[in-house]
């Protein structure tokens, strides 16, 4: 059983294309978050969502359209691919957003990525 | 700005040895902080976690230790093993589940 599962798990595609990542979790989390790791290696959030709203969006180009159908999918578009979208992506899901103040937080549970090579 | 920082890009031990693994942060806001391993090809996956009002947490063979004054925090394994050969990743949350992630150290242990 994944927990959370993404895919497709490798995407080859042309500059200029469209290309969509779908993203599941079965473990009944509100929060669904996408993050990018560039060739850096650094992980750096892009969008979160809790109860299939927007909370945060991360200064990411609007080529970039996350959807929510429901709490258990977050699926990311994106729009007339560049060569510096070539990354992995990575979804993760929390039970909760983080509670300001208790030190509470929904420890975040992370999908395999899918590794997007812009050609 | 870098709010979380590894400074060491890899680190390796002996098997049966002690690996330490460090992190600095400089967001005085931070009040929580975890730490994620990662294999190659998989997503991190969530390893041990501690919060600001502690000093030490301790799961198993992991320890992770938190200063405060120094705005320091560090991951001991005791006795590393070959599995555990990954790239650990220091991670502070802010409000609305924004992880800031470190750079991540690359650990290997050798048999």
């Known amino acids: 059983d994944t927990a959370v599962s993404q895919t497709p798990k490798y995407l080859v595609t042309q500059m200029g294309n469209d290309k969509s990542i779908k993203c599941e979790q079965n473990?009944?989390?509100?929060?669904m978050y996408w993050y990018k790791q560039d060739s850096k290696k650094f992980l750096k959030i892009m969008f979160s969502?809790?109860?299939?709203?927007?909370?945060i969006n991360e200064t990411v180009p609007n080529r970039f359209s996350p959807k929510s159908p429901d709490k258990a999918h977050l699926n990311l578009h994106i729009n007339s691919l560049e060569l510096g979208d070539s990354a992995v992506y990575f979804c993760?899901?929390?039970?909760?957003?983080?509670?300001?103040?208790?030190?509470?937080?929904?420890?975040?549970?992370f999908g395999p990525g899918t590794r997007l090579l812009v050609l | 700005d870098q709010q979380v920082k590894q400074n060491s890009p890899s680190l390796s031990v002996q098997e049966g040895r002690i690996s330490i693994l460090n992190c600095d942060y400089t967001?005085?806001?931070?009040?929580?902080f975890l730490w994620y391993k990662k294999y190659p090809a998989e997503g991190p996956t969530f390893l041990i976690s501690?919060?600001?009002?502690?000093d030490k947490n301790e799961d198993g063979r992991f320890t992770v230790f938190l200063n405060k004054s120094a705005k320091h925090l560090s991951l001991h394994i005791v006795p590393s093993q070959p599995g555990d050969s990954a790239v650990y990743f220091c991670?502070?949350?802010?409000?609305?589940?924004?992880?800031?992630f470190g750079q991540g150290t690359e650990l290997s242990v050798k048999p």
């Open positions: 991670a502070a949350p802010l409000r609305g589940g924004k992880l800031i």
């Open positions: 969502y809790n109860n299939k709203e927007l909370i």
């Open positions: 473990l009944g989390h509100d929060t």
């Open positions: 967001n005085s806001m931070f009040d929580y």
């Open positions: 501690i919060s600001s009002i502690k």
């Open positions: 993760a899901s929390s039970q909760t957003l983080l509670i300001s103040g208790t030190g509470d937080f929904g420890t975040q549970y």
